[in-house]
């Protein structure tokens, strides 16, 4: 069974950094692209980034470029998201999300973990 | 970037009813779209992909149509629980992009 669990979030001042992880299990990580998709509280989803099996494709919201890195490990079959220069508007429910294979669609999502960016 | 857009924004509807959901995308994304639904409090799940594909498990009363620009999610007979809300999403181009959502109410 395709398990998610997501991690790290919490409240944070704006213009501080936090870094989500998301831990995979049951199936073979490093076969599959994964992603990042935020949910703004009673608003709707938005992707974040997403990178491929090997990290040679990555890509990013505009909202996020230039402050937001995606990696993995997939030795320790994690996604990561770094997160600099927090806005009130990044305060969301953060999914990690597995592709269908190589940057497609998301057939499996975490639970999520909550970000909020506050003062 | 490529903008999704869904209609209605809400729709009221019985069960049994027929229900039909259109999204729209601002440029021919060929059949690179996605179908959500999502219940409160939960996480998003895959209906269909590749604009007409059901994903494994999911009840034969969900379809999906189109291509280029304009796509339907239909439910052929609304049952209980169906409400929820639906999220059309294309993966034809960074970044990629859902619609805002559709919510299905009981009327």
């Known amino acids: 069974e395709v398990q998610l669990v997501e991690s790290g979030g919490g409240l944070v001042q704006p213009g501080r950094s936090l870094r989500l992880s998301c831990a995979a299990s049951g199936f073979t990580f490093d076969d599959y692209a994964m992603h990042w998709v935020r949910q703004a509280p009673g608003k709707g989803l938005e992707w974040v980034s997403g990178?491929?099996?090997?990290?040679?494709?990555?890509g990013y919201a505009d909202s996020v470029k230039g402050r937001f890195t995606i990696s993995r490990d997939n030795a320790k079959n994690s996604l990561y998201l770094q997160m600099n220069s927090l806005r009130a508007e990044d305060t969301a429910l953060y999914y990690c999300?597995?592709?269908?294979?190589?940057?497609?669609?998301?057939?499996?999502w975490g639970q999520g973990t909550l970000v909020t960016v506050s003062s | 970037d490529l903008q999704m857009t869904q209609s209605p924004y809400t729709l009221s509807a019985s069960v049994g009813d027929r229900v039909t959901i259109t999204c729209r995308a601002s440029q021919s994304i060929s059949t690179w779209l996605a179908w959500y639904q999502q219940k409160t409090g939960k996480a998003p799940k895959l209906l269909i992909y590749?604009?007409?594909n059901l994903d494994s498990g999911v009840p034969s009363r969900f379809s999906g149509s189109g291509f280029g620009t304009e796509f339907t999610l239909t439910i052929s007979s609304l049952q209980p629980d169906d409400f929820a809300t639906y999220y059309c999403?294309?993966?034809?181009?960074?970044?990629?992009?859902f619609g805002q959502g559709t919510k299905v109410e009981i009327k």
């Open positions: 990178i491929s099996w090997n990290s040679g494709d990555i």
């Open positions: 999300a597995k592709d269908f294979g190589s940057l497609w669609y998301f057939n499996h």
């Open positions: 999403q294309q993966y034809n181009s960074y970044p990629w992009t």
């Open positions: 590749k604009a007409s």
